[in-house]
């Protein structure tokens, strides 16, 4: 059975840090990008940034966390992590994470929610001005 386990949301001030984790299990990992979304109240789903383990990890992110959130991956816990620095409030938002099977780059629109197979459940980013 695939799972995507997030963590890690919480409350903080702007300027603060988080770290985000995704577990995952069921599937081989290697064959996958994984991907983390938000999406706030009245909003559409928003690509954060992904990662492709089997193309060099080459990782991407949306313009407006670029310079301040980073995505990395354990291979020996087959987790992924989205390190969040210098949080501002319009970052609130539910986080997931989300796999699809795939392991090039190649003509993938890694930020279109509807490229994803399986979905985590959400763990809330709350930022305070």
């Known amino acids: 059975e695939v799972q995507l386990q997030a963590s890690g949301g919480g409350l903080v001030q702007a300027g603060g840090s988080l770290r985000l984790s995704c577990a995952a299990s069921g599937f081989t990992f290697d064959d996958y990008v994984i991907a983390w979304f938000r999406q706030a109240p009245g909003k559409e789903r928003q690509g954060v940034s992904c990662i492709f383990r089997s193309d060099d990890f080459i990782t991407y992110y949306a313009d407006s966390v670029k310079g301040r959130f980073t995505i990395s991956t354990d291979n020996a816990e087959n987790t992924v992590y989205l390190q969040m620095n210098s949080l501002r409030p319009d970052d609130t938002a539910e986080y997931y994470c989300?796999?699809?099977?795939?392991?090039?780059?190649?003509?993938?629109?890694?930020?279109?929610?509807?490229?994803?197979?399986?979905w985590g459940q959400g763990t809330q980013v709350t930022v305070s001005s």
């Open positions: 989300a796999a699809a099977s795939r392991q090039s780059r190649s003509a993938f629109s890694w930020f279109d929610f509807k490229n994803y197979d399986f």
